[in-house]
């Protein structure tokens, strides 16, 4: 088993940012890559963005290039999620899950945190 405890949401203004945290403990070697999921309200959970575990692979929704980062301290067991220039539609729950191998599906990630609300006010 793999456990994922996300934190770091909160509110800010839009053009802020804020940065995601997704602690991993467990069976973490079994995984590949971490990745993260966002579901604003009342609408699917989408993809973000995947790292691979060793940090040399990384991937993101085409929507998100450019605003959002993802970074993995493997010394922690933790992956990151920088966003930048946040704008109202980024708003909600931001879920990281983990995966084995490099998944860019939802029903490819075995393991999932309990998600972290993010809202941005325009």
């Known amino acids: 088993q793999v456990q994922l405890v996300e934190s770091g949401g909160g509110l800010v203004q839009a053009g802020g940012s804020l940065r995601l945290s997704c602690a991993a403990s467990g069976r973490t070697f079994s995984m590949s890559a971490m990745g993260w999921f966002r579901q604003p309200p009342g609408k699917e959970r989408d993809f973000v963005a995947v790292?691979?575990?060793?940090?040399?692979?990384?991937y993101y929704s085409d929507s998100l290039k450019g605003r959002f980062t993802i970074s993995i301290d493997n010394a922690k067991n933790t992956v990151y999620l920088q966003m930048n220039n946040l704008k109202p539609e980024d708003t909600a729950v931001y879920y990281c899950?983990?995966?084995?191998?490099?998944?860019?599906?939802?029903?490819?990630?075995?393991?999932w945190g309990q998600g972290t609300q993010v809202t941005v006010s325009s």
């Open positions: 899950a983990a995966a084995s191998p490099m998944a860019y599906e939802r029903y490819e990630y075995d393991y």
């Open positions: 790292i691979s575990w060793s940090g040399a692979h990384t």
